[in-house]
């Protein structure tokens, strides 16, 4: 750990990148602490980032049922290109800092490569054209995954009352480790099936429903501030039984 007081390492938005040469790139801050401590640096940093991080990170936050990861790998279909999102920063622009300050300089980066590229014609020597190839089919991933995040962004709302794995819900297609994805698939599902209405994301969502749901769910209404909407039920008048007569004038 850095001394007490010490200034912050590095400043970013929430998000960190796999990026080679880009200035919030995960693997080089990662050596860059390890001299700072003075911590022998791997030389394998990146592939550990890549391959082994987030199985040991999402072991680490596991207790029981409950899977609470912090920091989340969103990414290409091939694993690529990875952007790093912290948990605790999310908020309802992350996505969109994602998309403005990461995925779109990227491409266009990748972009211009491609061309240049291209423009070379016939002139391409063998190992141009597989680097062509590369970038083409790396640039058609950074496009899917500029779809998506887009796709995403204007309805995501994320609150941290309802925990990370409701919070982590709506991404479940940007994630590549298959079991955290498909726990995520499966919270995803139970949320529009309408067992999570308590969540906040359940209100974003689907607020028709959960609105009316709070007219009989008097703990629904409280949780989503919604009391006013709450209908108490009439209450049955008591029905009262008369004394049965044990005797009288014949």
């Known amino acids: 750990m850095l001394p007490d007081g ?7 938005p929430g998000i960190l990148v796999d990026d080679h040469g880009h200035p919030h790139d995960l693997a080089r801050l990662i050596e ?3 001299v700072r401590v003075e911590v022998p640096v791997p030389e394998d940093v990146r592939r550990w980032l890549q ?9 680490r936050y596991s207790k029981s049922r409950r899977k609470a990861p912090i920091y989340w790998p969103l990414s290409t279909t091939s694993g690529s290109y990875t952007l790093w999102v912290y948990y605790p920063s999310l908020t309802s622009q992350t996505l969109y800092t994602a998309i403005n300050d990461f995925v779109e300089p990227k491409l266009k980066q990748v972009g211009a490569d491609v061309t240049a590229l291209r423009n070379k014609g016939s002139a391409r020597s063998r190992d141009d054209e597989k680097q ?3 970038l083409q089919a790396f640039e058609l991933e950074l496009i899917e995954l500029r779809d998506t995040l887009l796709k995403l962004a204007p309805t995501y709302k994320p609150n941290h009352d309802d925990g990370v794995q409701i919070s982590a819900a709506p991404l479940w297609p940007l994630f590549r ?19 999570y209405d308590w969540a906040h994301l359940a209100m974003n969502y689907w607020p028709e429903r959960v609105r009316e749901k709070c007219k009989t769910d008097k703990s629904l209404a409280i949780a989503h501030g919604l009391e006013d909407l709450y209908i ?3 209450v049955a008048p008591k029905k009262t039984r008369g004394r049965k007569k ?4 014949e």
């Open 232 to 234: 108490e039920p009439e």
């Open 6 to 12: 010490a200034a912050t390492f590095h400043a970013h």
């Open 32 to 34: 860059e602490v390890l």
């Open 177 to 195: 480790h298959k079991p955290w994805q498909k726990v995520l698939k499966d919270t995803w599902a139970k949320l529009e099936k309408g067992d």
């Open 51 to 59: 391959r082994d991080f987030f199985p040991f990170h999402l072991q």
């Open 246 to 249: 044990t005797g009288g004038d």
């Open 132 to 134: 062509f190839e590369a």
